[in-house]
C-alpha cells in the first residue's frame, strides 16, 4: 500500500518552511551562542575604595583623636595639586609640611597600575607639550628628563621617548579605521566643509587676544582676558553656541561632543561654550623639535608625572588618613585625621592648611568654617562619573585601515576609545594591555553615579565587550584580563557659569590667611596643568601671606 | 471504532517516519553542496587559481555522486541500517574534511591527492544517500510522488546551502567550524532515524556509541577551530614547501627546489640560497675589511646566521653578540642541518652569543663597546620594525660603538624604495654619524642597499679581505659605492619614533610592487 498525498502543496511548503527555519535557527544558534563568551576573562572592580571617603558622611562615628602632632603646614589630599604645593614650598624653603592623603596612593586620578605586560594609566594619561611661557611645569619637565635642554631660540627639546610615538591615532568609522580622529573616512563633502569651517574658528579663538592683551585662551586658564567679549561664553551651553554658528554636520558635532566627554566627561548640553572652545584654542605648546598638537606621554600615563612629583616631595607623606574635621585656633588650624590602617584618629596642629581636596569633600570638611553662602556654592561643583578599565588581550584582531595606533577611537560609541598602554614602550610585546576610558556622560551625573554604583562587573564587562567587538570582531576571546576602576567624581564638570562664575571665584578665596586651597577643580578644568598651577598657587600664597 | 483509531494513528505515524526522513532528504542535501563548497573554497584559498579548483571540485564531486549512486544498486539487505551506516560515514568524512586538509596542507606529499580523495569519497557516500533512502520510502509512496518529493527537497536544500554558505557560515564560523558543523547535523540525522525507527532496535546501542565518540571529538574540534587554523594558516609558494612553522612572532616557510633555499618570514622573502653570499658578503666586509682590530661584534637581528658566518672570517674576532627577536628562528638556524650547512654552524661557534630579546630594549638596557655593530632587520613595513630605524634607535647606537667603530643598517633597495633608503641615510646622519652609502645587486632581491656609518669619517677601502670570497674584492667595494641617476640621493625626513615617516616612505615605495 501507499499513502496518498503524504505530501499535498501546503503540507509541502510548510515542511520545506520548517526545514529551511531549523537548519537556519541551528546555524544561527552555532555562529551566536558559545556559552559564557565572558567566563575566560579574570578580574574585578580594582577601585577605588569608596567606604574611606563615605565616612566623613558621618564624621561624629570616627574615634575622637588620641595624639597630636604640630606642623608648620598641613596639606589635605595628595593628588597632583596637593604634591605641587607640597614641591612649591620646599622650593621655597619651607621643608616642616605634613601631606595626608584619604586614598592609599598619591597622584588623585593620575593613579596607574601595572601588570606582567605593562604598566597603565587609571586615569589621566598624558599632557600636551606646555606653553613656552608655562616656565614653572618646564622647569618641572626639565628637572625629569622630560625636556632634555633648549635649543639656540630657546625651545624646549623634548624627550624622543615620551612624545607620543607614531602612530597616534584613529578612529573606526563607516567599517574601516581611518587615519585621525576628526572623522573623514565615508563623510560627506558638506560635513567635511563644516568640520574645516570649524577647525578656522577655533583656529582664530586660538590666536586671539582680548583688549587688555592677555590671550583668549591659555594654561592655565587664570592668565586668559578678562575680555567679556570671550568670558560671556561660559554664560551659554555649547550645544548652544553651535547652533547659533550654524554648525549642523553630525559628524561635526560627534567630534565636539566626544571632545567635551574625553576632556571634560561631559556631553555638548552640559559643557559651557568657552570650555568647549578652550579645548581647542589652548594648547599653545611649542618645542624644538614637536609641534602644538605634540603629546607627552607614558605606559603609565600621568601616573608618571605624578610619581616624579612623589619621589621629588619625599618625606611627611602619609596615605589612607581621612582628614574629617577642620577648625581654626589661635594660633592656626587643627584637622582631626582618621588613620584608616591603624582605626586611630589624631590631632594635626598647624600654622597653615593647604585643603588640597575637591570641593565635593569640602562642604563635609568645611561645614564648621565657612558661611552658608559658600557652603551652598561648593553644592554647585558638578562631577562627570568615569569608568576606565585595563584589558590586557593576547593578540588584537586585525580590520581594514591604519593598525593599532595610541588612541583609538570608535565613532558614535558611548565611550571615548581606548589607548593602547604599550605604545611608548620600544619592546615589541605580543600581549598588550588596552586601557579603556568610558565617560558616563549621557546622564545627569548624579543619576549616573546612582546607576554605576548599582552596576555589576559583569555588567561593565558586558558593556565594555561589546563596543570593543564592535571595531574588532573576535576580541572577546584575545581578552586575557579586564579590571575595572569606577570613578564615581571623576574630573570636574565645566557647566556653563562654573569657570567664570562666582562659585569658583568664592572657593578659591583663603580663609584668614590660614586656610588656603588648591585642586584642579578650582580651575573648573580637569587637567594635570592646571592641579600642578593650583598647587603653586595656593603655596606662594602661604609663603607671601 | 478501536480498529479504525489504531488504523488511523498508524497512518500518522506513518506519514509522520516518511515525512522524518524527507526532512533528512532536505539536511542530507543541504550538507552534500556545502561539503563541495568547502572543498572548492578551501583549495582555491590553499592552491589558488578559484577558477580551476572550484570547476574540477564540482566535477569530481558529480562524478563520484554518479559513482555512488551506481554502487547503490549493490547494496541490499537491511537498507535503514545502511542508510544509517552512510550518514554516519558522510557525517565523519565530511565533518572532518576542512579541518584535515587544512593542518595536512604542509605535512603531505600530494596535497591534491588527499583533497580529491576526499572530495571522491564525499561524493560517493552523499550519492548513496538518495537512491537508498528512494527505496527505503517506494513501497509507500507512488513513484511519481517520490520522485518529486524526494528531489524538490533536495534541490530546495541545495539552493539554502548555496546561501547560507557565502552570506552566513564563511564569516561567522569559518570553514573548519562550518564542515564540523555539517558534520554534526548528519550525526544528528542518524540519531534521529535510530531512534525514532523500532527495526533499529538491534544496532541501536552500538552505533549510539560511535557517534557520541565523534560528536565528542567534533565538538573538541570546534572548539579549538582557531588553534588549528592557525597552525595550518598558509599561503601559496612556487616551490616545494620543505618547512613551515608558526612561531608567536611570524610564521617561517622554506621552500626547495633543486637550484635553491628559500627562506619566507611572514610570506616575504629573506634570502635565497643561490645568491645570498651576495647579500652577506656586501653586509659585512666592507666594514670588517676596515677595522683590522675589531674583537666584539653585535648583529641585530640576522638570526640566519649567514651575516654571523661572514663574521668568522676574521680571526681576531673575540666575540660576536646575535640578539634577535625570536627564539624559533635562531633554533632552526642552528639545528636544521640544511640551514647550518648553510650558515657553517656559524650560531653554534663558541664565539658566538645568541640572545633572544628585543633589541631595542636590550641595546637601551647595554653598555658593552662593540668595534662594528650591524642592523639587520626586516624592512620597515610596520610601525613596530619602523621604531629600529630611528634617528632615537641609532643614537642608542652610537652609545655602544666604539670610537673607531662602524655601523652598517641594511636599508632596503635603493632602486625600488629610493626614497626608504636615503631616509634611513638622512635619520643616521641625524643621530650624529658620517655616512657611506652603498649598494649591491642580489639577483633575487634586486638591487639592495646598505648604509655604513661611523662617528669620525675613518673609513677606508684598503685593508685585507678573507680568502674565498665569491662577490666582494675592493673592486666591487669600490663600485659598489657609485649610486647611478636613478638611485641617487633624494631629500627626506628624518624618521623619528613619534613621526615614523620611513614606514610611509617605504609603503608608498613599495605600493606598487604588492599584489
Known amino acids: ?545 | 471504532m478501536e480498529q479504525t483509531d489504531r488504523k488511523s494513528n498508524g497512518g500518522r505515524k506513518e506519514s509522520r517516519m516518511h515525512i522524518l526522513l524527507l526532512l533528512s532528504v532536505f539536511v542530507i542535501a543541504t550538507c552534500g553542496l556545502i561539503y563541495e563548497l568547502i572543498a572548492g573554497t578551501l583549495a582555491s584559498y590553499l592552491l589558488g587559481d578559484s577558477i580551476m579548483q572550484f570547476s574540477t571540485i564540482i566535477g569530481v564531486y558529480l562524478f563520484s555522486m554518479g559513482v555512488g549512486s551506481w554502487l547503490s544498486k549493490y547494496i541490499d539487505g537491511d537498507l535503514m541500517r545502511w542508510f544509517i551506516r552512510i550518514e554516519v560515514l558522510v557525517g565523519v568524512v565530511g565533518g572532518c574534511s576542512a579541518p584535515v586538509l587544512f593542518v595536512a596542507f604542509e605535512h603531505v606529499a600530494s596535497f591534491r591527492l588527499l583533497l580529491y580523495g576526499f572530495v571522491s569519497i564525499t561524493g560517493v557516500l552523499v550519492g548513496l544517500e538518495i537512491p537508498v533512502l528512494m527505496r527505503i520510502l517506494k513501497n509507500n509512496y507512488a513513484f511519481k510522488d517520490l520522485v518529486s518529493d524526494v528531489f524538490t527537497f533536495d534541490y530546495v536544500g541545495g539552493l539554502l546551502a548555496s546561501l547560507i554558505f557565502p552570506l552566513l557560515l564563511v564569516p561567522y564560523l569559518g570553514l573548519i567550524r562550518t564542515s564540523l558543523f555539517f558534520g554534526f547535523l548528519n550525526m544528528v540525522v542518524a540519531v534521529i532515524l535510530l531512534y525514532r525507527f523500532k527495526e533499529t532496535a538491534a544496532y541501536r546501542k552500538g552505533y549510539t556509541a560511535m557517534i557520541s565518540v565523534c560528536l565528542l571529538l567534533f565538538t573538541a574540534c570546534f572548539l579549538y577551530s582557531n588553534k588549528i587554523m592557525n597552525y595550518s594558516e598558509s599561503m601559496t609558494f612556487q616551490d616545494n614547501v620543505i618547512y613551515s612553522k608558526s612561531t608567536p612572532y611570524q610564521r617561517m616557510v622554506i621552500t626547495k627546489n633543486n637550484r635553491e633555499l628559500r627562506l619566507f618570514l611572514n610570506g616575504n622573502l629573506q634570502f635565497s640560497s643561490a645568491d645570498e653570499y651576495r647579500y652577506h658578503e656586501a653586509l659585512v666586509h666592507p666594514a670588517m675589511q676596515a677595522l683590522p682590530k675589531a674583537t666584539r661584534v653585535l648583529v641585530l637581528g640576522g638570526g640566519d646566521g649567514l651575516a654571523v658566518r661572514e663574521l668568522l672570517k676574521y680571526p681576531q674576532l673575540k666575540t660576536v653578540t646575535l640578539v634577535d627577536l625570536d627564539p624559533g628562528m635562531t633554533q632552526l638556524f642552528k639545528t636544521n642541518p640544511m640551514l647550518t650547512e648553510l650558515n657553517k654552524g656559524s650560531l653554534l661557534n663558541p664565539k658566538v652569543t645568541v640572545i633572544n630579546t628585543d633589541a631595542y630594549q636590550w641595546i637601551r638596557n647595554d653598555s658593552t663597546k662593540f668595534n662594528l655593530i650591524i642592523a639587520d632587520f626586516p624592512d620597515p613595513s610596520n610601525y613596530s620594525i619602523g621604531k629600529l630605524y630611528t634617528a632615537t634607535f641609532y643614537n642608542e647606537l652610537r652609545r655602544l660603538l666604539d670610537d673607531n667603530g662602524i655601523l652598517v643598517v641594511q636599508s632596503t633597495s635603493p632602486y625600488i624604495g629610493r626614497r626608504s633608503f636615503w631616509c634611513v641615510d638622512h635619520t643616521i646622519t641625524a643621530a650624529g654619524f658620517f655616512t657611506i652609502p652603498y649598494h649591491a645587486y642580489v639577483p633575487s632581491f634586486g638591487e639592495w642597499g646598505y648604509i655604513l656609518a661611523t662617528k669620525n669619517y675613518s673609513w677606508k677601502n684598503e685593508g685585507a679581505l678573507p680568502a674565498g670570497l665569491r662577490y666582494v674584492n675592493s673592486g666591487t667595494i669600490k663600485d659598489m659605492l657609485y649610486f647611478p641617476p636613478d638611485m641617487a640621493e633624494v631629500p627626506t625626513d628624518i624618521n623619528k619614533l613619534n613621526n615614523q615617516v620611513l614606514v610611509h616612505y617605504f609603503e608608498n615605495d613599495w605600493g606598487p610592487y604588492a599584489h
Not at chain 1, 597600575?113 to 606653553?131: E, K, L, M, T
Not at chain 1, 576580541?475 to 556653563?496: N, R, S, V
Request: charged share 20%.
Open chain 1, 1 to 545: 500500500m501507499h499513502i496518498k498525498g503524504v505530501l499535498n502543496r501546503r503540507d509541502f511548503i510548510r515542511y520545506a518552511l520548517t526545514g529551511t527555519s531549523v537548519l537556519l535557527a541551528a546555524t544561527y544558534a552555532a555562529c551566536t551562542a558559545e556559552g559564557n563568551r565572558l567566563a575566560h576573562i579574570k578580574g574585578g572592580i580594582v577601585g577605588p575604595d569608596s567606604g574611606t571617603g563615605h565616612l566623613l558622611r558621618n564624621p561624629d562615628a570616627i574615634p575622637a583623636p588620641t595624639s597630636k602632632v604640630t606642623t608648620d603646614v598641613l596639606i589635605i589630599g595628595g593628588g597632583i595639586s596637593g604634591l605641587s604645593a607640597k614641591r612649591w614650598l620646599q622650593k621655597s624653603g619651607q621643608t616642616n609640611v605634613l601631606l595626608v592623603e584619604m586614598a592609599d596612593h598619591f597622584g588623585g586620578n593620575a593613579h596607574s597600575g601595572r601588570n606582567a605586560v605593562s604598566a597603565y594609566p587609571w586615569g589621566a594619561h598624558y599632557i600636551p607639550i606646555p606653553d613656552i611661557r608655562n616656565k614653572e611645569l618646564l622647569d618641572f619637565l626639565a628637572e625629569e628628563n622630560v625636556v632634555t635642554g633648549y635649543d639656540q631660540l630657546g625651545l624646549p627639546i623634548y624627550n624622543d621617548y615620551y612624545m607620543c610615538h607614531d602612530p597616534e591615532e584613529r578612529l573606526f568609522i563607516n567599517g574601516m579605521w581611518q587615519e585621525g580622529i576628526i572623522p573623514n573616512s565615508g563623510v560627506p563633502e558638506q560635513d567635511k566643509q563644516q568640520i574645516k569651517a570649524f577647525l578656522a574658528l577655533v583656529a582664530a579663538f586660538k590666536a586671539a587676544k582680548g583688549k587688555d592683551g592677555k590671550d583668549a585662551f591659555c594654561i592655565p586658564l587664570d592668565n586668559t582676558t578678562e575680555d567679556d567679549e570671550y568670558r560671556k561664553l561660559d554664560k551659554m551651553t555649547f550645544s548652544t553656541y553651535l547652533a547659533e554658528k550654524g554648525f549642523t554636520s553630525p559628524y561635526l558635532l560627534w567630534y565636539l561632543e566626544y571632545c567635551c566627554k574625553d576632556d571634560y566627561g561631559c556631553n555638548l548640553e552640559s559643557t559651557s561654550a568657552w570650555a568647549g572652545i578652550h579645548y581647542f584654542a589652548c594648547r599653545k605648546g611649542k618645542g624644538a623639535n614637536a609641534e602644538a598638537s605634540t603629546v607627552l606621554t607614558w605606559p603609565e600615563g600621568n601616573g608618571f608625572l605624578s610619581g616624579r612629583l612623589r619621589a621629588q616631595v619625599g618625606d611627611n607623606m602619609r596615605s589612607s588618613q581621612l582628614v574629617f574635621k577642620l577648625t581654626q585656633t589661635a594660633t592656626g588650624a587643627e584637622a582631626s585625621v582618621y588613620d584608616v590602617g591603624k582605626k586611630t584618629s589624631y590631632t594635626v596642629a598647624a600654622k597653615k592648611v593647604i585643603v588640597c581636596s575637591p570641593q565635593f569633600v569640602n562642604k563635609h570638611l568645611l561645614r564648621n568654617i565657612i558661611t552658608p553662602e559658600r557652603l551652598a556654592s561648593l553644592e554647585r561643583f558638578s562631577y562627570a562619573p568615569w569608568v576606565i578599565a585595563n584589558i590586557t588581550i593576547n593578540s588584537l584582531p586585525v580590520k581594514r585601515g591604519m593598525p593599532l595606533c595610541w588612541d583609538n577611537v570608535i565613532y558614535g560609541k558611548p565611550s571615548v576609545g581606548y589607548i593602547n598602554a604599550n605604545h611608548q614602550d620600544v619592546n615589541n610585546s605580543l600581549k598588550k594591555v588596552l586601557t579603556f576610558y568610558l565617560p558616563l556622560s549621557s546622564e545627569a551625573p548624579t543619576l549616573a553615579r546612582t546607576k554605576a554604583r548599582d552596576t555589576s562587573y559583569a555588567q561593565w564587562l558586558e558593556q565594555i565587550v561589546e563596543e570593543l567587538e564592535y571595531a574588532h570582531n573576535g576580541i572577546t576571546e584575545c581578552i586575557e584580563q579586564a579590571d575595572l576602576w569606577i570613578w564615581a567624581h571623576g574630573m570636574i564638570a565645566p557647566t556653563p557659569g562654573m569657570i567664570w562664575g562666582a562659585d569658583r571665584r568664592a572657593a578659591v578665596e583663603p580663609i584668614d590667611n590660614t586656610i588656603f586651597f588648591a585642586h584642579s577643580d578650582l580651575s573648573g578644568v580637569s587637567i594635570f596643568e592646571e592641579a600642578f598651577y593650583q598647587g603653586i598657587r595656593a603655596a606662594r600664597e602661604v609663603m607671601g601671606g
